[in-house]
């Protein structure tokens, strides 16, 4: 699960790593009277932040020809005018896709002196199996095109998490950033807070882009994080009520939403062909033999081990929620599944909705003879295939077929 910036930030700040003041506001009134405090504690400049949980904000535009998310405001009237045309509003950003997200929370921050920007991440990396802490002097841009282009310049310092992350491993990173004396102190006490939230809250991902130096007015400098992204592990969100209650449904995709309502693993991708599956395994072999044989899947959607009738029935009205699709491959291999039940689901789905695509059936296992049987009597133009590998070839040439 994703969180809003402004929510990581308060996790940030319950492990002490310092972030500009600042709070989120659902009004430009809100956000002009927050902005109002700002000013009279001194603050010059506040900032004002579009809150999705999309990237690449600063460069994205309003639907509306307003350009930016992030926008810098020097007086509570700006604030004003800026948040009307945030607030209500939909933002596109390179990661939004063209449709873009609707903003309902701006953050109203204090605008920083910033000096230098640079990249800080924690994430769980999948080839040692271990938390790593990823750091680079080129921050606040697209850190996907530094990997790309100048790798040298990432730096990554694996952490062993029973020992959790070293005081030297936390200065050898920050000496890896070109920091000394003070800013070197900061640095590590800073990283150290990324890590216990990473590693306190669950994550799979804590980013702080930029972490910045900051000037005060005095003069002194001093390192913030700027802006923050994290991601938490659904499967640890039962003991973190707290970040459960930060979830936005808003920013999910809808049928992905309902498919969690009837304990469906449901994840839409691009392709026509929508696949129903039993077993995380099995979905993804089903869906590599779409492809094999010239399909594109429209879906990953794991019913699990032992689906009921009403299941799989809401997964077929969420697979045809998504209007690419063009046909449907019913791919169950009964286990602990009971075949008839499936079929029956299949059968009296296909009735309710009035289902018009080619639907192939492939069947196998226990109780198939009564499954296949109650296929073959509710009369309905049901293909079915024998192994996966025929399933597949027929639901991709029927689709061919019928556009
Ligand atoms: P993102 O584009 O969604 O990643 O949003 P960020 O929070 O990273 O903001 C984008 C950029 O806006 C940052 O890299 C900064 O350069 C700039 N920015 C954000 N906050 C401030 C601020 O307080 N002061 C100044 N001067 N620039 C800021
Ligand atoms: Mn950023």
Not at 109 to 116: D, G, M, R, W
């Amino acid at each position: 699960m994703n969180i809003h910036e402004y929510q990581a930030k308060q996790l940030l700040a319950r492990f002490g790593v310092v972030v500009p003041g600042g709070e989120p506001c659902t009004s430009p009134e809100e956000a002009r009277e927050v902005s109002q405090r700002l000013f009279a504690v001194g603050h010059k400049k506040v900032v004002l932040k579009a809150q999705t949980h999309a990237g690449g904000r600063g460069k994205g535009v309003f639907k509306n020809g307003m350009k930016g998310g992030v926008r810098v405001c020097k007086s509570s009237q700006e604030v004003f005018d800026i948040a009307s045309y945030m607030i209500g509003h939909i933002l596109v950003t390179k990661q939004t896709g063209a449709e873009g997200r609707l903003i309902s929370t701006v953050l109203v921050t204090s605008a920083e002196n910033i000096k230098k920007e640079f990249y800080l991440a924690v994430l769980l990396d999948r080839n040692t199996a271990n938390p790593v802490i990823m750091a680079s002097t080129e921050g606040g841009m697209d850190i996907e095109e530094v990997a790309e282009k100048q790798p040298e310049k990432i730096i990554h310092e694996t952490i062993n998490p029973i020992l959790g992350l070293m005081p030297y491993q936390a200065r050898k990173v920050a000496v890896g950033l070109g920091l000394r004396g003070e800013m070197l102190h900061q640095a590590a006490k800073l990283f150290h807070g990324v890590y216990r939230t990473f590693w306190e809250c669950d994550a799979s991902l804590v980013e702080v882009n930029p972490l910045c130096i900051v000037q005060r007015p005095d003069g002194k400098e001093e390192l913030l994080a700027l802006d923050a992204k994290v991601s938490v592990d659904d499967n640890a969100l039962y003991r973190h009520q707290t970040i459960q209650a930060m979830r936005d449904l808003a920013e999910e995709a809808p049928l992905e939403i309902e498919a969690s309502k009837y304990n469906l693993n449901y994840i839409k991708l691009d392709g026509n062909i929508a696949c129903l599956v039993n077993g995380a395994g099995l979905a993804m072999a089903t869906m590599d033999i779409i492809q094999h044989f010239g399909g594109r899947p429209a879906n990953f959607l794991d019913v699990g081990g032992g689906a009921t009738r009403e299941q799989v029935s809401a997964a077929f009205k969420i697979i045809l929620g998504d209007p690419n699709v063009q046909g449907i491959l019913v791919n169950i291999f009964g286990g602990i599944m009971d075949c008839n039940v499936i079929a029956t689901g299949i059968v009296g789905a296909v009735k309710e909705t009035g289902l018009k695509l080619p639907l192939v059936v492939r069947l196998e296992g226990n109780n198939v003879a009564t499954g296949r049987k109650t296929l073959a009597d509710s009369g309905l133009p049901i293909i079915s295939g024998t192994s996966m590998a025929e399933a597949a070839e027929k639901i991709v040439l029927a689709v061919k077929n019928s556009v």
